[in-house]
């Protein structure tokens, strides 16, 4: 009769889903500018004692972990993008809207700046300070967003675009003062990059953002009723304050992360929940965890593109994302014209 | 469903010394259906979020079967009282199924899929609002009417005794006000739920309604010692149809003059204003203006 979602119906799509997901990592893992065999691959890692198998050292220690990590960006941008835009109930948030994106560059900024040089957990001081950048002012506008009071998710919304605003000019600020080679490397940091990443690394972040996504599917259902209004949802006995607070720190968390490990990729975290909504429908408990494995995909395919169109050179991946995400997302925005009700 | 709603001296205030509601009493019976009816800024919709359990009030009890509301937990009281607000489009494309749906919420666990008992309780809920026939339809391709039985469908899938409206038909015509009317009349007599509706159309609430709370602006009420303010020292009036809606209440509370006459057995009320094309060549309105 209706088209009622059954969890069958669901267990069957993210099953898909995440069969795709490994078909594009195998594909990918064999895309790039040394062409490698995966028999020669498979002989092991020494050919003989004193020479390593090269296909076997580009395969596991530079792609693999590259589009692990790919993965794990990719999913975290697209799960926190879902989240923001149900919360702010505004289809044009993205997970940088609470003043990560500026809060990440300030704390990268004055890790150059202040010549900080250790290491926390074997990461650049640029990644441990943009993280905990992008923690802090989410923290901050989330405050700012509670003192202005009732209407939580206007002011929370204001909050983060003065706030992103006044960041973003310090950073200019800083930028213009320092004549530092180490800025500029920054900034092109900030564009969003994937490099190749330590096993650990893969595991601690991929770890954080797995069991952030899994938290979160918990509030698919609840997320639904609450993009109706915080009274609506209130009326149908869901606790609004606690489900906002808990779903957008994940979240934060998660995308904190993400940009720790890769800079500002932007566009996935607001093109993939869009573009699995048109498809799909807006049932969260859906929506959250197929844009999360969409954006998995989506992901590694750009970083695939970006480390092989300009061969030898690479390209940033957030510049492959922006240039194919928009036209991609116009496509779907007219095949699926009638599933468009947000523009009404 | 025998659940009964009852206010007990109930002050709110959203600034100090500036009630909104003073000391309100009120008892609804179960199966009533309860007109909310008085000027803007009586505190109309302040006293539903109260009984939706939205506010706290400053004084009083606010009491469902006799327990106060705010020791029920919110899940608990979601299985009490549903509520249809103003109406509005939702920022995503749910369809009709899927936000009448979303109701069962409170009877469903976390994961939030729904049982047999839930599908059957929303097809119950589509059919009895005639929404049925556009339930894989997005609300926002719905008209106003449309979308307000909607709501009304989510209220009803809710499975609560009590329902409250704010404005149902504020943006509706003629007919479909009409529709909402009966819709919610037959809700009140054959589901046996108690309906709380807040309505600026007298004439209808005369029609449809057993009990009526009229509520008065209290600094007007208050603040004018020779006008009569309704009741003894109180903002508001309440009783049946007959004994609230008069012709002199009507007047004092709106500030307005109005003509009066009766259909049926209810009295119904025409607003008469000073620059109507009529009003300098009309004497005192006559029951004969009616011919």
């Known amino acids: 009769m209706h088209p009622f979602l059954s969890p069958k119906t669901l267990l069957t799509r993210v099953a898909a889903a995440i069969l795709l997901l490994v078909l594009v990592m195998v594909a990918c893992s064999f895309v790039g500018t040394e062409p490698i065999s995966l028999k020669a691959a498979l002989a ?33 941008l697209a799960g926190a993008g879902v989240v923001f ?3 702010l109930r505004n289809p044009l948030a993205d997970p940088y809207i609470l003043g990560v994106s500026s809060g990440a560059g300030l704390g990268a900024m004055l890790a150059v700046i202040c010549s900080v040089n250790w290491t926390l957990w074997g990461r650049s001081p640029v990644a441990v300070f943009a993280f905990f950048g992008a923690l802090g002012t989410v923290w901050l506008v989330w405050t700012i967003g509670r003192i202005t009071g009732k209407f939580h998710v206007t002011g929370l919304l204001l909050a983060g675009v003065v706030v992103n605003a006044c960041f973003s000019a310090v950073i200019m600020f800083l930028t213009s003062i320092t004549r ?96 699995v909504r048109l498809v799909l429908g807006p049932d969260h408990r859906q929506l959250l965890p197929l844009s999360c494995v969409a954006g998995a995909i ?41 599933k468009v009700y947000w523009l009404s | 469903m025998t659940t009964r709603v009852q206010l007990h001296n109930v002050t709110f205030a959203y600034r100090p010394d500036q009630p909104v509601l003073k000391d309100i009493c009120l008892s609804v019976e179960p199966a009533t259906f309860l007109a909310v009816v008085g000027p803007n800024g009586a505190g109309k919709t302040t006293l539903i979020d109260l009984l939706a359990g939205l506010l706290e009030p400053q004084e009083g009890i606010v009491a469902i079967d006799g327990r106060e509301i705010h020791s029920y937990s919110r899940r608990h009281l979601a299985e009490k009282v549903a509520l249809v607000r103003q109406e509005h489009v939702p920022v995503f494309g749910f369809s009709v199924a899927e936000t009448v749906l979303m109701a069962r919420i409170a009877h469903v666990g976390q994961w939030g899929f729904e049982r047999p008992v839930d599908r059957r309780t929303v097809a119950d ?49 003629l007919r479909h006000q009409v529709a909402i009317y009966d819709l919610l009349k037959s809700v009140q007599r054959e589901k046996a739920r108690t309906v709380i509706a807040i309505t600026h159309d007298i004439n209808l609430a005369a029609q449809y ?77 006559q029951p004969t203006d009616l011919a």
């Open chain 1, 44 to 76: 092991g890692p020494a050919l003989s004692s004193a020479s390593p198998n090269p296909d076997y050292e580009i395969l596991l220690r530079v792609r693999v972990p590259r589009i692990l990590l790919a993965a794990i960006v990719g999913a975290a």
């Open chain 1, 85 to 87: 835009q149900a919360i």
């Open chain 1, 180 to 275: 530092s080679q180490d800025v500029y490397a920054t900034v092109f940091w900030l564009m969003g990059n994937l490099a190749e990443e330590e096993a650990f690394v893969l595991w601690a972040s991929g770890g954080c953002v797995v069991a952030g996504i899994v938290a979160l599917l918990f509030l698919g259902a609840q997320l639904n009723v609450i993009s109706f209004g915080p009274t609506d949802a209130r009326s149908m006995g869901i606790h609004v304050e606690r489900v906002q607070f808990v779903a957008l720190a994940i979240s934060a968390f998660i995308t904190a992360v993400a940009v720790s490990l890769s800079g500002l990729i932007g566009f996935v975290g607001l093109i993939v929940p869009h573009a």
């Open chain 1, 298 to 338: 989506f992901l590694i395919v750009a970083d695939t593109v970006a480390r092989w169109i300009v061969a030898p050179a690479q390209l940033p991946v957030g510049v492959i994302t922006a240039m194919a995400g928009g036209p991609f997302f116009l496509i779907l925005l007219i095949r699926y014209n009638r």
């Open chain 2, 125 to 173: 809920a589509l059919d009895v609002t005639d929404t049925a026939q556009f339930a894989s339809r997005p609300l926002a391709d719905l008209s106003g009417g449309e979308r307000q039985r909607v709501f009304i469908a989510r209220a009803l899938a809710q499975d609560t005794p009590i329902i409250l409206l704010d404005e149902p038909t504020s943006f509706l015509d």
């Open chain 2, 209 to 285: 309604c057993d009990q009526v709370l009229l509520l008065q602006p209290w600094r007007a009420a208050s603040g004018d010692q020779s006008h009569s303010a309704p009741g003894a020292g109180a903002h508001y009036r309440v009783g049946s149809t007959h004994q609230v809606f008069t012709k002199s209440e009507i007047e004092s509370v709106f500030g307005i003059r109005v003509f009066s006459a009766s259909v049926g057995s209810e009295n119904m009320f025409l607003p008469l204003g000073e620059m109507a094309k009529d009003a300098g060549r009309r004497g005192p309105p």
